[in-house]
């Protein structure tokens, strides 16, 4: 009986790892799409969208925090920023696109690389957050640690299964 658990565990972790992969690889490729659209139109495009979210919601309270909070980062927005902004969205696209898709083949090599992708990018969103204090990327960072998580029992579970045969 303990058994017939254990396998029904494992094949919603399985269904649950597809999932959460798949979820990742689509996000990836709007980074990629949201990184080319900022690199061309530049910082105006965001400034549009942000003014415009924004206004509504200072209309109805002018001391609503996301709003100013928004408003208030335009202006910290220097070029430099604007690059990395644009690099990172296009690199982190790529590479969760590229791991995504090698997981979903079972390419066995492509589970410590994307614990190793994700472990960086992990770190470094860390490291961002105590900058910028962003509950979104607590959030992104959280979600991507569950990945992590998950990727590690995948490859422990298909490890077992190459030892087997």
Do not use: C
């Not at 565990?9 to 949201?34: H, P, Q, T, Y």
């Not at 928004?70 to 902004?85: C, K, P, Q, R, V």
């Not at 410590?112 to 990327?137: C, E």
């Amino acid at each position: 009986m303990l058994k017939i658990n254990f396998k029904i565990n494992k094949k919603i972790l399985d269904r649950i790892f597809e999932l959460v992969i798949l979820i990742k690889s689509f996000f990836g490729f709007f980074e990629i799409l949201a990184g080319i659209i900022f690199a061309i139109s530049g910082k105006l495009i965001v400034n549009n969208i942000i003014i415009a979210f924004a206004q509504q919601e200072i209309a109805d309270d002018k001391n609503d925090f996301l709003a100013n909070f928004l408003i208030n980062s335009l202006h910290d927005f220097s070029a430099g920023t604007y690059l990395f902004t644009v690099i990172y969205l296009i690199l982190h696209g790529v590479i969760n696109i590229f791991l995504g898709i090698s997981l979903m083949k079972n390419k066995i090599w492509a589970y410590p690389w994307a614990v190793a992708g994700f472990s960086f990018f992990i770190t470094y969103q860390i490291l961002r957050y105590f900058y910028t204090h962003s509950i979104l990327l607590l959030f992104l960072t959280l979600f991507d640690v569950f990945i992590v998580i998950l990727v590690l029992l995948e490859y422990k579970n298909k490890k077992k299964v190459r030892l087997v045969r």
